[in-house]
């Protein structure tokens, strides 16, 4: 049977195809944003415990109460919004299930969804998914880091414009948008009536002065917006597939009504194991973030003696660094040409994030690294990395 149309254009994931050529290069892997190492261990008894006690079957569509009461909890101390666990949280098989939920559940043919790019590959996919367009405004960098021009985001809305979805933190540029960036973002969406669905994964990521806002905390933006979470991104438990959306009932009836069809539920043990976990983690929380700005750093200092140019990111997972002054020594033309260089000759797998621009063009300069990685793999990917470059 032939692929359907609507998906022909984004082939295979990009993560999938560099995975497959790490594997074979027996390779680190710095591409695919998922730690080598597992949470704490009480997460795990936690999820031993709620199988040895039978809970075992279909969990509620929504997701089991206990869970959907810890994350309302959640939100509440971060945005002071208070929420209906009952009529306002799904809990969905990750972050990507609940994008999908969104754009499936919310929008229709024909209808524009605007997000920044480089964007995260489902974006586009789940707006084609749904018969809808994504249009991309562009985070360029800079000085201070990625920005995109107030201009170009308002000449990018149409009267055909639905929606406007975007993470902060920011994957891959690791920016966290201001709250100035936030309130232009917002007063935009109201004046044109658009539903904004907030990738909030990394939200206990943020490292240094930077500070997460969630645009759901500004003013009128509650009964508009849809929030992202992911249980797995905080508690690196990323195999879990364990994220949710929280948003006002008129949005959420969209949204169940397409994750009934998608998944209808999550795996039980694990949501039973999340919930206690949320309500128990503020000793954990108090280092998460900064236990990855460590990693942040040690492969900031790999990739600047190697002659990589990047503005330290502010939150999440990835580094996005200018590769143009290595792939120069190298001969090498583009990000795709120095990713596979770099697996076959530094035994290093990266992310080409060409790919994640509507126009590639502007991506073949950058390389997206991961340091959500042990200290032991971080630091054997500098001893590859500089053999192969210094």
Known sequence: MPIAQRLLPFGTTIFADITSRAMKANAIN????????????????????????????????????????????????????????????????????????????????????????????????????????MIAVALRPGPDGFAFDPEDLRSAITPRTRGFVFNTPHNPTGKVFTEGELSLIASLCAEHDLVVIADEVYDRLVFDVAQHVSIASLPGMAERTVTLGSF??????????IGWAIAPPHLTAGIRAAHQFINFAVATPLQYAAAETLANSDGYLADFASSFQARRDTMSRTLLDLGFLFTPPEGGYFILADHRPVSARLGLADDIELCHWLIEHAGVATIPPSVFYANREQGRSLLRFAFCKSESTLEEADRRLRAALA
């Open 30 to 133: 710095l591409g695919q944003g998922m730690p080598d190492f597992d949470g704490p261990i009480q997460i795990k008894d936690a999820a031993s415990r709620a199988m040895n006690e039978h809970l075992n079957q279909y969990a509620p569509m929504p997701g089991v109460p206990e869970l959907r009461r810890a994350i309302a909890a959640r939100h509440t101390e971060a945005t002071e919004i208070a929420v209906d666990p009952d009529a306002e949280i799904t809990v969905t098989a990750g972050c990507t299930g609940a994008l999908a939920a969104c754009h499936l559940g919310m929008f229709n043919p024909g209808d524009e969804i605007i997000t920044f790019e480089p964007y995260y590959d489902a974006y586009p996919a789940d707006a084609a998914l749904a018969g809808a367009k």
């Open 232 to 241: 797995g991104k905080t508690f690196s438990m990323t195999g879990w597939k």
